[in-house]
């Protein structure tokens, strides 16, 4: 009975420091919990927060990089899931209680960072269709990445975010409806 009692003390101590990893800031102002959603792995993202990983949590450095992806101070896992275009990890986190108005240390909310980072892929998606040396497949998965990023808003839109310092765009404003994707360029 003494034995089980330890073991599931120890098993609990070591919960608790998993939990504390999970959440502790790194040198680049963000944690474990970023790094699992920057992956765009919707497993690792699931079983951090099943461990542990708070929602709530903010990046702590600015204008620091974690991986290739700029944050501002203050930004939430679901501010990176949003400039990411990851519409399975922003419907997870927002299922699971994400502040969809939470506001950077700049005034962005995580739909901001969608609308910038759909405007720039929108831009790139152009840019391939007219290319003369730009193969379809790259044509495909950048028309792929703008359709990830109209879901992410209009996942946002459905929760009742708003921008913070970025103007809606046109085509997701509630009185027109988004325009269908486009076909690829042959």
């Known amino acids: ?24 800031i790194n040198r ?25 990983a708070k ?3 903010r990046t702590t450095s600015r204008g620091m ?11 939430t ?10 519409p399975d990890i922003v419907a997870f986190l927002i299922a699971r209680g994400a ?7 700049e005034g ?9 980072s759909h405007t720039y892929y929108e831009q790139d998606y152009e840019r391939k269709q007219t290319g003369r040396f730009t193969f379809q497949s790259t044509v495909e998965r950048a028309q792929a990445k703008v359709e990830d990023y109209e879901k992410v808003i209009q996942q946002l839109q459905k929760r009742g975010a708003k921008p913070g310092m970025f103007a809606m765009p046109d085509k997701f404003k509630a009185d027109k409806p988004p325009a269908p994707p486009r076909p690829p360029s042959l």
Do not use: W
């Open 1 to 24: 009975m003494a034995k089980e009692f330890f073991k599931r003390a120890n098993e609990e101590q070591k919960a608790r420091q998993r939990r504390i990893a999970i959440n502790q």
């Open 28 to 52: 680049q102002g963000t944690n474990m919990f970023f790094q699992a959603i920057e992956s765009g792995k919707i497993d690792d993202v699931e079983k951090l927060y099943d461990e542990g």
């Open 55 to 57: 929602l709530d949590i």
């Open 65 to 75: 990089f974690s991986g290739n992806v700029p944050y501002g101070t203050g930004a």
């Open 77 to 86: 896992p679901l501010h990176a899931a949003c400039l990411l275009g990851s």
């Open 99 to 105: 502040d969809v108005r939470a506001k950077d240390d």
């Open 108 to 116: 962005h909310t995580p739909l901001d960072y969608a609308i910038l």
